[in-house]
């Protein structure tokens, strides 16, 4: 008898609630374990006691740079696919690759479709 697998975390960080629970709604039906902040701080406490799969968050937050809660969050899990959301999609592709950086960038508004398919990809690569 084999162990049932563990759920795929994703951590979702977006200051605005509207999106955060527009995120939620979209990601909820495709079975990952969903941890939902909207204040930086926060996201980076649960991270320095638990390890996520995968995070998405938005670039421009008043708390904090999206940019500086990424390079936490890479030092704190570093196995962890990194996936940013941005109104500005062309400064912010530059984001991409790297320790701290993005592995892929999304444009806000998203396609669901694509944001399906980025998070899903993202935990094929972890």
């Known amino acids: 008898m084999s162990l049932p697998l563990p759920p795929k975390q994703l951590l979702l960080l977006d200051d605005d609630l509207n999106v955060l629970k527009a995120l939620t709604r979209v990601l909820t039906a495709e079975g990952y374990e969903i ?3 909207s ?13 996520v799969d995968v995070i998405v968050s938005d670039l ?3 708390q904090m740079d999206g940019r500086e809660f990424l390079r ?6 570093p196995r962890a696919m990194l996936i940013t959301l941005s109104g500005y999609i062309e400064e912010d592709k530059a984001l991409e690759g790297g320790e701290g950086r993005a592995w892929r ?21 972890a």
Do not use: G
Request: contains cysteine; hydrophobic residues 50%.
């Open 72 to 77: 936490r969050a890479a030092v704190l899990n």
């Open 39 to 51: 204040r930086p701080l926060d996201a980076l406490h649960l991270l320095e006691n638990q390890a």
């Open 60 to 62: 421009c937050m008043p």
């Open 105 to 125: 960038t999304l444009e806000k508004p998203w396609c669901d479709i694509e944001l399906k398919r980025t998070v899903a990809e993202a935990f094929a690569a």
């Open 35 to 37: 941890l939902a902040f």
